[in-house]
């Protein structure tokens, strides 16, 4: 039976300092409080090499993204069957850096609109629908980069150009805005104005509301 909570944090691309700076704190914070925490990454060509996969499959991440889609649902799927699900039945908490979203974010962004629905199906076997025991975010934390910001970031200093420019990153950002609400989300104003501890201090209230 689950007894743990579940929290992930998403975030445009370009917002990946200020999500892991609020998981830092946020992993910090709850076991000074005594909880046991458990972090788990998102379903990235990163995360498939640390589970073995693209050895075994010799998978050329990053070519076809339609059947990414796929692959990253399997990957997925192993996560919350080896590393999620087991920690919530012991009472754990679990961050995870981006899930659900930012898959479905990415093949949104792409074009890849047609059949969305399907889409979302597929993503939600991925978490453990046809077997009755699927795993749903207990919150979801959007870490809002502004869009201008996120682009200077990623497309200026780490040189990585997306097709689109600004509007690429304006599209990705609505679109999880859009997508907060079936997710149990919340905003957190992630802007570069602001200081890490305020980021941190807004993270910590959204979370201790649910435990």
Known sequence: MRKGKFIVFEGINGSGAQVKAAIVALHKSLTEKKLEVVECANPDSGRVKELGFESLLNWSFGSDLRADFLFECAVRSQIFTNIVRPALELNK???????????????????????????????????????????????????????????????????????????????????????????RGVRVDASFSRSPEEISADVLAAVKAIL
């Open 93 to 183: 908490v679990v961050l995870c850096k981006q899930s659900s979203i930012s898959s479905l974010a990415n093949a949104h962004v792409s074009g890849t609109t047609q059949h969305f629905d399907v889409l979302r199906l597929l993503e939600k076997i991925s978490r453990g629908h046809l077997f009755d025991d699927e795993v749903y975010p207990d919150l979801t934390i959007f870490m809002d980069v502004p869009p201008e910001e996120a682009c200077e970031r990623i497309e200026d200093v780490l040189q990585i150009h997306h097709e689109g420019g600004l509007e690429y990153y304006r599209h990705m950002q609505a679109f999880y805005l859009r997508e907060l609400k079936r997710w």
